[in-house]
């Protein structure tokens, strides 16, 4: 068969490249840097694309009709069951791969985040140097240098006590393994009021005058900085509020989450499933030109907290509530509205029988982030006191079964004739409503 074939001489060729071990038969331990295998920390990214390629020759084949032995393909309902344990089994290592994959590039991260804060700190001192010709060198330029060094310095050794966790990323790495938006926000903020106050301190640390540490001192009054302390104080209660309405609406079974392999940049914009949600946006731009203008505002009169106007401030309020209607707002318990027989074309009409495929129909069977073959593979029915293992059936590019609307599954001969009730187990283990059936003998 084509795919056993193919699936053959992936198999020799990781024979021969030492897929479980290093090229040659070496110990585990001998593998090096250019390693491919995919077995070690040097080669999971080979390792994943070999299980990627893998799963999507098996599927693309099997969505063709081919590569199904002789002893299920008279069967419709044997080799549709052969198909799906097929590629359940390859998209468990396709999982297995990612997942390793992305503890591996979690634990390279810490230095790419480290050497994206000393390039941000080299940009600032380039920044000042061209911005003082002519001016000339101030007190106010090398305390906004040295402030910069020190939320540096404090990010780098926070980086390396948490570099398994993505290093200066681990606060704002929400529990489902994506980049949190509120909590993002939040710590700019934070990290922007930080490093004002310390240029603030470095600029009293050098004054001389006691008329100019009188005026530094009532920079930090709060009639100075009251919509920059606003702000700062709604973005980080809105960091812990959503934490706590997302934890509770999942245990409550009222939104559907499903880890993710590793954080991406796109998930500050993005939903679970990837797709860009106006909520997350919205409060991402806005708080982020609020930032420059605090900056530049910092920039401009660095003898006071950024006196943030309070047109702009209500203009991000306005947007953090947004947020948080939108995070109340998502998500949803999937629901079943109807079950019926599945019935092929020539097919009698007739009431539901052991042995015969239902199909039922309803709505968010599939959770956010959940569309990937083995995250389908866990979807469960249970009809009466059986639990059946929704089968995968491949097309060209994807899935006809299961769908976020619709799943078709046989009705086990163990289930006892008479009424029964159905019920969908999803990827993310939250249940449905119960639908009662009547089967027949």
Request: net charge positive; charged share 20%.
């Amino acid at each position: 068969m084509a795919v056993q074939e193919a699936r053959g001489g992936a198999d020799a060729s990781a024979g021969r490249t030492g897929y479980g071990g290093a090229p040659g038969g070496a110990p585990r331990g001998t593998h090096g840097g250019g390693c491919t295998c995919g077995d070690c920390p040097h080669g999971v990214r080979e390792g994943h694309r070999r299980a990627v390629a893998e799963f999507l020759l098996l599927r693309e084949e099997f969505a063709a009709g081919q590569g199904l032995p002789a002893a299920v393909a008279h069967s419709a309902q044997a080799s549709r069951q052969w198909v799906s344990e097929e590629l359940t089994q390859s998209a468990g290592l396709v999982a297995e791969r990612g997942r390793a994959e992305g503890e591996a590039w979690l634990a390279r991260l810490w230095r790419r985040a480290v050497a994206t804060v000393w390039a941000l700190v080299l940009l600032l001192l380039l920044v000042q140097a061209l911005t003082a010709i002519g001016a000339g060198w101030t007190a106010a330029r090398t305390a906004g240098l040295l402030a910069a060094l020190l939320v540096a310095g404090a990010l780098t050794a926070a980086s390396w006590f948490h570099r398994a966790r993505g290093g200066v990323l681990a606060p704002v790495i929400g529990e489902d393994n994506r980049l949190s938006t509120s909590r993002t926000v939040a710590a700019v903020w934070v990290l922007f009021v930080v490093y004002a106050v310390l240029v603030l301190v470095g600029r009293l640390a050098a004054a001389s005058d006691h008329t100019q540490r009188d005026t530094l001192i009532s920079g930090l009054e709060l009639a100075r900085g009251a919509g920059v302390v606003t702000v700062l104080a709604v973005v980080c209660a809105i960091a812990v509020l959503v934490r706590r309405v997302v934890g509770l609406r999942v245990l409550g079974q009222r939104l559907q989450k499903v880890r993710a392999d590793r954080p991406r940049a796109a998930d500050l914009l993005t939903d679970d499933s990837g797709r860009g949600t106006f909520a997350d946006i919205q409060y991402a731009v806005i708080s982020a030109v609020a930032v420059v203008f605090a900056a530049v505002r910092l920039a401009r009169r660095p003898d006071q907290l950024p006196d943030l106007p309070w047109g702009l401030a209500v203009v991000v309020l306005i947007s953090a509530a947004t947020y948080v209607a939108g995070k109340y707002a998502e998500g949803g318990r999937p629901v079943i509205l109807s079950v019926v027989r599945s019935r092929e074309a020539g097919d009698l009409d007739a009431p539901i029988r052991t042995g015969d495929d239902i199909e039922i129909r309803g709505a968010g069977f599939v959770p956010p982030g959940a569309q990937g073959a083995d995250r389908l593979s866990r979807m469960v029915v249970r009809i009466g006191a059986v639990h059946v293992h929704v089968p995968l059936v491949p097309v060209a590019g994807g899935f006809r079964n299961p769908t976020d609307a619709v799943l078709t599954v046989p009705v086990p001969a163990d289930v006892e004739p008479g009424r029964v009730e159905v019920q969908v187990v999803t990827a993310a283990g939250v249940e449905t409503n119960r639908y009662a059936i009547d089967v027949t003998d």
